[in-house]
Nanobody, 124 residues
């Protein structure tokens, strides 16, 4: 089992920045790829970004490319999502997830463990 806890969400004005953290415990963190997804009420969970187990490869949804950066610190068992130039349409609950193959995926069903989510609200 892997337990994931997100933090760092909040209310920010458009154009501002937030940094989300995802702290992992349980099985070795470095075994897993990590992903960030987001969801608004009434819509499906949407892929945001993912990073492979080593951190050597990252990929992003087109909607956040150039504004968001995913990273990880395997020594600290933590993944991050730096979000810059935030827009009102980025408002959502953000979830981190762990994927046991280590390669990451844009598909939520490929992930084995999920955090409880953290709310991000961007005002215009």
């Amino acid at each position: 089992q892997v337990q994931l806890v997100e933090s760092g969400g909040g209310l920010v004005q458009a154009g501002g920045s937030l940094r989300l953290s995802c702290a992992a415990s349980g099985r070795p963190f470095s075994n897993y790829a990590m992903g960030w997804f987001r969801q608004v009420p009434g819509k499906q969970r949407e892929f945001v970004a993912a990073i492979t187990w080593s951190g050597g490869y990252t990929y992003y949804a087109d909607s956040v490319k150039g504004r968001f950066t995913i990273s990880r610190d395997n020594a600290e068992n933590t993944a991050y999502l730096q979000m810059n130039n935030l827009k009102p349409e980025d408002t959502a609950v953000y979830y981190c997830a762990a994927e046991s193959r280590g390669v990451g995926s844009t598909r939520s069903r490929e992930y084995d463990y999920w955090g409880q989510g953290t709310q991000v609200t961007v005002s215009s």
